[in-house]
């Protein structure tokens, strides 16, 4: 067990929905990660936030977007959602967000648009 | 421009025969190096780095991996393989002068089949 909690474990929603993904970083992590795993793409990184402030941004696509709050949870929001956009979300947790941290990653969320 | 190649999607080897899963890079300067393993339905899990140092980095569940800076590459080793290895191997790779406005970038994956 990483220690980083992803919910809900699977979604199943429909074109044109919004949907929000959730993750709750290991104790005491400040910076979380969200990568977007699919067959055609491979691991994509998203977007990155430490402490609440945004720190890197990866092919997060528009209608895609991310918050860190203040007790570092983090959400994952996904608009007007596509077939597409069907693939596993992942979210990442490292104590400081430097660049020779490990990262602790969550079992991930299985969207599926249909 | 950063970026990681893993140019087998598949390794097979036989169960106790030593096994290599290969990784190479291009960075703009020095680089940090990982490898990470997911199994079945579960996220990746951290296996090794390579930050400075003895270019053999050794990591969990006796993988190791070899720095090469003239041959860009961070090929992970195992000497005998088991069955319970077979996974999907990541390699990945940050560098030194990174401000922390890229994330970790990863290769596209080896799945590794340890037959019985």
């Known amino acids: 067990d990483s220690g980083v909690t992803q919910t809900p474990k699977h979604l199943i929603t429909a074109t044109g929905q919004r949907v929000t993904l959730r993750c709750s970083p290991r104790?005491?992590?400040?910076?979380v990660y969200w990568y977007q795993q699919s067959l055609d793409q491979g691991l994509q990184f998203l977007i990155q936030y430490y402490n609440g402030e945004e720190r890197a941004k990866g092919n997060i696509l528009e209608r895609f977007s991310a918050q860190q709050f203040p007790d570092l949870h983090s959400e994952l929001n996904l608009s007007s959602l596509e077939l597409g956009d069907s693939a596993l979300y992942f979210c990442a947790s490292s104590p400081t967000g430097t660049v020779n941290e490990k990262l602790f990653f969550g079992s991930g969320t299985q969207l599926s648009v249909l | 421009a950063q970026s990681v190649a893993q140019p087998e999607d598949q390794v097979n080897v036989a169960e106790g025969n030593p096994l290599t899963v290969k990784c190479t890079y291009s960075v703009s300067g020095n680089p940090y190096l990982f490898w990470y393993v997911q199994y079945p339905n579960r996220g990746l899990q951290f296996l090794l780095k390579y930050i400075t140092g003895d270019n053999l980095v050794k990591g969990s569940y006796g993988f190791e991996a070899e720095f090469n800076k003239s041959q860009t590459s961070f090929h992970l080793k195992k000497p005998s393989a088991l069955v319970s290895d077979s996974a999907l191997y990541f390699c990945a790779v940050r560098f030194q002068g990174d401000t922390g406005r890229r994330a970790l970038t990863f290769g596209s994956g080896t799945r590794l089949q340890v037959q019985p």
């Open positions: 104790s005491g992590d400040l910076s």
